[in-house]
């Protein structure tokens, strides 16, 4: 995630701060499973947000509208254009407050289009120089609220947002994901106007940092690659690295390979394939890694999320434990949501799409499974500030965080495991429920009201858990002080 405007706020702990003040402006890391390699047949993109510590975000759903063209307007950077007559319901995930732009990050649309919105990266200084970038072009703050209401399939989502990028151009260069049940793209934006996508291989999987990641491109297999036009030409007309043969390495063209990326991103891909393929002997010190890898073992939804909590788990880089300060992990206190997006295969459509929601760090917090053919949110998903409050699901999740971070490897075993386990069963009993329910029910009013019941129980289920963990974890922390009193006195 990028943020353009809004400045640094409360830093929870020493590690925080040594990110904040080594890169300020970068965060996130994506999962992509495609469906092959998943362990129910569901595609599923995933992503952690990363930004601030203390920065609540909000679960909402825009309706379906047909009020005729309208003029959309960025506050962030005054990026405009004129939007279709149209626009389809869906979901987001933004900012408490607007005043630097809604941020809107992620969702699902009733096409059953999902889109996930940005993994920020950077460009290298030629290639910025050859196309720099547009000021007041799109940028984070505005993709998903001009392009997931209007499109109708993953590839849809590419063209759309690529023929923004080469007629308005863009702000920053950055990474946007689209899925829907059959297939997952990932797009990146190389430069002010210039862009490449590739299709996820169904039987692979990718871990994706902040850094271009998208290697050779066939163009002639549109089928699984995707570009602006003539980048090719463009590629070669400006000398930019590794144009052979008529082939474009995208990521040499345009992107980093650097000492900062030696030490903030190419660990993390690291740390998530020694999960998902540890039979690839690999080190956190190569200066390359496949941006596709085939798991040892069919990927579950279960597993998607431990990758996003990590934090070189068992390693003597684990930021957990005696900490070395060498490398940037997956999760950090500036994890602000986390998102699982699946699309079920064997399940009618209007239920096919869940958008598994973690508020703050998705280590300690716990993913709540959530229908999107819906007519509303969550109460306590539509509140919370950057200040405190008992109410908000954000706050809750925060705490937990907070509350755990100085007894981490004790509180974490003896408190949180348990907890989530618990949850995380009755989360899904009760989605396995809501689901045999829903079947039933024929007419779309009917089943859109059913659905959005069945996300307030579930929202109020894991956040009472959570707020009973609370309690145990501040008790557990007060009987901690130093500071003994002799009894007899």
């Not at 996130?28 to 469906?35: H, R």
């Not at 309208?70 to 407050?97: C, E, H, I």
């Not at 996003?308 to 434990?321: A, R």
Request: charged fraction near 20%; proline fraction near 5%.
């Amino acid at each position: 995630m990028k943020k353009l405007h809004i400045a640094m706020v409360t830093m929870v702990s020493s590690m925080a701060a040594l990110w904040m003040m080594t890169d300020p402006a970068l965060g996130c890391t994506t999962v992509l499973v495609g469906k092959s390699a998943s362990t129910d047949g569901s595609t599923m993109i995933a992503r952690d947000e990363d930004a601030h510590t203390a920065w609540t975000k909000r679960f909402v759903v825009h309706p379906q509208t047909n009020n005729g063209a309208t003029t959309y307007r960025s506050v962030g950077n005054d990026f405009t254009m004129t939007l279709p007559k149209t626009q389809q319901r869906y979901t987001a995930t933004p900012d408490w407050t607007s005043e630097d732009g809604t941020y809107g990050e992620d969702g699902i649309n009733q096409s059953n289009v999902a889109m996930s919105g940005t993994e920020s990266s950077e460009n290298n200084q030629k290639a910025a120089k050859a196309d720099p970038y547009v000021k007041n072009g799109i940028s984070e703050d505005s993709m998903l609220d001009v392009v997931l209401p209007f499109i109708d399939s993953a590839k849809d989502g590419v063209l759309r947002l690529g023929q923004i990028v080469e007629t308005k151009g863009a702000a920053e260069s950055d990474g946007i994901i689209f899925s829907d049940k059959n297939e997952i793209w990932y797009m990146e934006i190389g430069s002010g106007h210039e862009w490449a996508a590739v299709r996820v291989p169904d039987n692979q999987y990718a871990v994706i940092p902040n850094q271009m990641m998208i290697g050779k491109l066939n163009l002639k297999d549109t089928k699984n690659y995707l570009s602006s036009p003539n980048l090719q030409g463009f590629v070669k007309k400006h000398q930019l690295k590794s144009y052979k043969n008529k082939q474009v390495n995208f990521s040499a063209a345009f992107g980093t390979n650097s000492k900062s990326d030696a030490q903030y991103n190419r660990p993390r891909v690291w740390d998530g394939q020694r999960i998902l393929t540890p039979s690839k002997k690999q080190t956190p010190q190569q200066k390359h890694f496949a941006m596709f890898m085939k798991p040892d073992k069919k990927i579950s939804r279960q597993k998607v999320g431990q990758v996003l909590g990590l934090h070189f788990n068992g390693t003597k880089y684990d930021s957990t434990g005696k900490w070395t300060k060498e490398y940037r992990p997956i999760n950090v206190p500036t994890n602000m949501e986390s998102h699982i997006i699946q699309f079920r295969q064997n399940v009618p459509a209007a239920i096919s799409g869940i958008q598994w929601i973690a508020l703050a760090s998705p280590d300690t917090s716990v993913y709540v499974p959530f229908y999107t053919t819906i007519t509303d949110t969550p109460a306590q998903y539509k509140i919370g500030t950057d200040h405190y409050d008992s109410q908000s699901a954000a706050w809750t999740y925060k705490q937990t965080k907070v509350l755990v971070d100085p007894y981490y490897n004790e509180f974490v075993k003896k408190y949180v495991r348990p907890a989530q386990a618990t949850t995380n069963q009755e989360l899904q009993a009760n989605l396995n429920a809501s689901d045999q329910k829903a079947k039933s029910i024929t007419n779309p009013t009917d089943l859109a009201a059913y659905l959005t019941a069945s996300n307030a129980t579930q929202a109020d289920l894991a956040q009472k858990n959570f707020t009973t963990l609370n309690a145990k974890l501040m008790e557990a922390a007060t009987a901690k002080t130093p500071i003994k009193h002799k009894a007899n006195l």
